[in-house]
């Protein structure tokens, strides 16, 4: 899976918020809000990616976490994304 759009990630006024650029802002036009972990995911999905890898890595960057928290925001968090259209 990976994102359908391009986006740059900021942090605005102590939120990360990812924002579609280029040709890509006329077919996305927005921002997405998240949390720190949120913009981790969501660097991780500008490559093609599995979420049993982005769990992995999110266990390597957060190893106070337990594999079962690491997999259930991931699979939340791509969820969200996924409705919204974003990931492919």
């Known amino acids: 899976m990976k994102l359908k759009y391009n986006f740059v990630v900021n942090r605005v006024a102590d939120k990360m918020v990812a924002v579609s650029v280029g040709d890509e802002a006329e077919k996305f036009g927005g921002f ?4 720190d972990v ?3 995911i969501f660097e991780l999905l500008k490559t093609d990616i599995t979420l049993d ?8 960057k957060h ?3 337990t594999k079962e928290e690491a997999a259930e925001t991931v699979t939340d968090f791509v969820k969200q994304l996924t409705d919204a ?3 492919a």
């Open 32 to 35: 997405i809000k998240m949390n």
């Open 38 to 40: 949120g913009a981790e």
């Open 53 to 60: 890898e982005i769990t992995e890595k999110m266990l390597e």
């Open 63 to 65: 190893p106070e976490a």
């Open 85 to 87: 259209g974003i990931v």
